[in-house]
């Protein structure tokens, strides 16, 4: 049985039954400690050089998928346990843990709790708008929605039903604000905003209703606590009596358990 191979200064000295099974060992497989495909045991292994791994996979006697051991693929994936990098680690998605605790962040920094995708945390369909509200300088510049964040979420996107009337230029944005009130009667946004969106171009619109996405980036993709009211609200303070945007809301029936408020400059 071969103890140790040390190729740079032993190959030469291997018998020809040594070199059968130290060719089973780079043909087929090797597990560290254990029974090998050519029948030895592989106790120590010094290799002066590089590892090309043309097939397969290297992994140790007591590998357990998601229990025990490591394994390394040919496709390059690694599963171990405990891990140090002393340097600087590059990747598209961390994911840590598993679901309902799952936390990912992705190549763009967005971030998940409990979910590999985004989800939405409350709406209310557009197909129940009835009517419509300017928002622009001189008038109501910003319209807020109550709503309640069931579980711990981090807020990355909103949308508003949105159109406009004649050529509003500068840019809208959504904002979250904490919430004053009762929910659901006299629910306002209080205190400065706890997040705010990318802009968005309000010359962009048609003088169609369209469901606009308002996105928060970086530090503004505000982690919400659960159970709790929070106002978003949209934002916009150019325009005048001729070019302005529009909101599309329900007036008459809405059945949503917030309220909407206005603020008018």
């Given at each position: 049985m071969v103890e140790e191979y040390k190729f740079k200064d032993q190959i030469e000295q291997l018998s020809y039954e040594e070199l059968i099974q130290l060719e089973n060992v780079?043909?087929?497989?090797?597990?560290?400690?254990?029974?090998?495909?050519?029948?030895?045991?592989?106790?120590?292994?010094?290799?002066?050089g590089d590892i090309e791994m043309a097939h397969g996979t290297m992994f140790s006697s007591n590998f357990v998928t998601g229990v025990s051991g490591w394994r390394?693929?040919?496709?390059?994936?690694l599963e171990a346990n405990n891990g140090t990098f002393r340097g600087?680690?590059?990747?598209?998605?961390?994911?840590?843990?598993?679901?309902?605790?799952?936390?990912?962040?992705?190549?763009?920094?967005?971030?998940?709790?409990?979910?590999?995708?985004?989800?939405t945390i409350d709406s209310y369909s557009e197909i129940n708008k009835d009517n419509g509200m300017?928002?622009?300088?001189?008038?109501?510049?910003?319209?807020?929605?109550?709503?309640?964040?069931?579980?711990r979420s981090i807020l990355t996107s909103c949308k508003f039903y949105l159109e406009k009337?004649?050529?509003?230029?500068?840019?809208?944005?959504?904002?979250?604000?904490?919430?004053?009130?009762?929910?659901?009667?006299?629910?306002?946004?209080?205190?400065?905003?706890?997040?705010?969106?990318?802009?968005?171009d309000v010359s962009t619109l048609t003088t169609s209703y369209q469901l606009i996405i308002f996105n928060f980036s970086g530090s503004n993709q505000y982690e919400m606590s659960g159970s709790t009211y929070y106002c978003i609200s949209i934002e916009y303070s150019g325009g005048?009596?001729?070019?302005?945007?529009?909101?599309?809301?329900?007036?008459?029936?809405?059945?949503?358990?917030?309220?909407?408020?206005?603020?008018i400059s």
């Open positions: 780079i043909a087929n497989k090797m597990i560290v400690g254990s029974t090998m495909a050519g029948g030895g045991t592989l106790k120590d292994l010094k290799i002066e390394l693929t040919y496709g390059g994936d600087t680690i590059t990747g598209g998605l961390i994911s840590i843990g598993t679901s309902p605790n799952l936390f990912i962040t992705d190549i763009n920094g967005n971030s998940y709790w409990g979910l590999t995708t985004e989800q300017a928002i622009r300088n001189g008038s109501t510049t910003k319209l807020a929605q109550s709503f309640i964040n069931s579980s009337s004649g050529s509003p230029t500068g840019n809208a944005v959504a904002k979250l604000y904490a919430h004053s009130g009762v929910y659901g009667t006299s629910s306002v946004p209080t205190g400065s905003p706890l997040a705010t969106s990318d802009n968005f005048n009596a001729s070019n302005y945007i529009v909101l599309g809301f329900d007036w008459s029936s809405p059945t949503h358990l917030g309220n909407m408020s206005t603020y």
